[in-house]
């Protein structure tokens, strides 16, 4: 509900501001209420009631249609933005996606594990957690414990309007637990349900419970959640996002807001980053920028090295480029830098200042030119540098290939052939042609609607096809190539192929 009143606000349709407003889904064929708002609920509707009651109860009751998919793609982008706290961010596996589940709502889960001091402790984190996220528009309630199931059970049952947010001190994960109800365990209802009238109800009545006595009733989900919770058994969870091995972060005691600063943040990150990658003699390959913006938005910022590279001030160039595109918003607060992809890399092949190595020692180890391949690519785009690489064949077509500028293997070595054209056209293109003699060079030839007269020529250059590759029912054709030049002195690359002609290349 307050992710649809929040996406409405930032529409400026702010409509229906204090009226009754419910979400309504279609399921087996009616209607029926997903979400209401705090009016719908104290007027005695709730989550799951037909929409003909709701009605009933309350006439100038509002509706829209529920989206989980919005529901969805809104708590992903919340859980990204809680990367200004950590690298480490899920979707929590118990709430069973946004608008039911266990949880009742939305749940995330953080590993803040190394990263509380940033913030000036873990209540402090909290504190500003809960505060930002309220600032939003959302009600909120966290708990920091040991374990998940502890955070879990600590946020939804132990915290209140007054007081949002708990931390729970090591190693008292059980005192924390004792007092809540089972439901706290993360059970589902049917569970919850047994245990209630069994006379438990709460969670200290069961610690001390042998499994065996429970297992014949509940299964094994009852112990194994007891377990989870008190850090006696392990809870993998995955990350939204795989976490860097190498990340740089930066905290601002105020948002900052003009480039500048911006690229002054860049460059105390780039050289912190710069210092973890040399101490773990490793070089980065894909580095990602995040600005965590004062409005609960995020911008990534995601550029590629054509080597290995840990050098600050290379680093700082690269994005240096890419600040016109970077929109700060209403303030950034957080800045992480971060290496996605490393490789290896020894103090040996760390210099890249061309005064350093080709200047300087009359030899260039390639670092000055991957500095420029880095800086040109992140001006025209990931990939628009590449090298040419030889293929085993000998059709112009298939003869090259597109490779990355520093290839692990080396290059291979060229075949000799005959002189070939500085552009090849992608396909080749058929045109109209007239000559003298079948064998012979065109003397006129239509290209692109474009008249030619051709003045000299030179040829035929025979290429068979490649028989091997070729599909048995259509074989293809031998290829006579003439290197023409017209009467202004443009010169062509033509081929003659089964009575047709075709342009298949541009010499300079």
């Known amino acids: 509900m307050e992710r649809w009143r929040r996406a409405r606000r930032h ?11 419910a979400l309504v ?25 037909l929409l003909a009651d709701a009605r009933a109860l309350l006439p100038g009751l509002k509706t829209a249609a529920w989206r989980p998919e919005a529901d969805a793609r809104a708590l992903a982008r919340l859980a990204a933005w809680c990367g200004r706290y950590t690298p480490w961010s899920a979707l929590d596996p118990a709430d069973g996606g946004p608008g039911g589940g266990l949880g009742g709502g939305a ?10 001091h940033l ?77 209630a009238r069994l006379g438990l109800r709460r969670i200290d009545e069961l610690i001390d419970l042998p499994p065996a006595l429970l297992e014949p009733r509940f299964g094994p989900e009852l112990a194994q959640r007891l377990r989870q919770a008190l850090g006696a058994a392990a809870e993998p969870l995955s990350p939204l996002q795989p976490v860097p091995p190498w990340l740089a972060r930066r905290v601002f005691a105020e948002p900052i807001l003009t480039a500048e600063d911006i690229a002054r943040g860049i460059q105390l990150l780039a050289g912190e980053l710069g210092r973890r990658l040399e101490a773990g003699q490793h070089g980065a390959r894909q580095l ?38 970077v929109d700060p918003g209403f303030g950034v607060e957080v800045m992480t830098l971060a290496a996605a992809v ?29 500095g420029l391949i880095d800086r040109l690519e992140a001006r025209l785009g990931s990939g628009t540098v590449f090298r040419q690489a030889p293929t085993e064949s000998h059709l112009p077509e298939r003869a090259v290939r597109r490779g990355p500028p520093f290839g692990a293997e080396p290059p291979a070595a060229w075949r000799r052939a005959g ?12 045109i109209e042609a007239t000559a003298l003699l079948p064998d012979r060079p065109p003397a006129r030839f239509h290209w692109r609607r474009v008249p030619h007269r051709v003045v000299r020529a030179e040829g035929p250059e025979r290429i068979a096809p490649e028989w091997w590759r070729e599909d ?32 298949h290349g541009l010499f300079a």
């Open 11 to 21: 529409a400026a349709q702010a409509d229906w501001p204090a009226s009754p407003v």
């Open 25 to 49: 889904r279609a399921e087996a064929g009616r209607l029926s209420l997903a979400a209401v708002d705090g009016a719908a609920e104290l007027a005695g509707l709730a989550p799951g009631m």
């Open 107 to 116: 749940g995330i889960l953080l590993d803040v594990t190394g990263c509380s």
């Open 119 to 195: 913030f000036g402790g873990e209540a402090a984190l909290l504190a500003d957690l809960v505060t930002r996220l309220c600032r939003q528009g959302f009600t909120v309630r966290a708990a920091l414990a040991d374990t998940p199931g502890a955070a879990w059970a600590v946020a939804r049952f132990a915290t209140s309007a007054g007081e949002p947010w708990s931390v729970v001190p090591p190693g008292r994960a059980r005192t924390a637990l004792a007092p809540l109800p089972p439901a706290a365990l993360r059970l589902p209802p049917a569970s919850c349900e047994l245990l």
């Open 288 to 325: 990602e920028l995040t600005l965590y913006r004062v409005d609960g938005t995020l911008h990534r910022l995601a550029l590629g090295t054509s080597r290995p590279s840990r050098d600050p001030a290379h680093m700082t160039r690269l994005f240096a480029d890419k600040l016109g595109r």
């Open 342 to 370: 490393t490789e290896p890399l020894t103090a040996l092949q760390l210099v890249l200042d061309p005064m350093a190595t080709g200047a300087a020692t009359g030899r260039d180890d390639g670092g000055a030119l991957a």
């Open 419 to 430: 002189p070939r054209p500085l552009r090849l056209l992608a396909h080749p293109e058929a």
């Open 472 to 503: 048995p029912a259509r074989p293809g054709s031998p290829r006579d190539y003439f290197r023409v030049e017209d009467e202004e002195g443009r010169r062509y690359w033509l081929y003659r192929a089964a009575g047709r002609w075709f342009l």
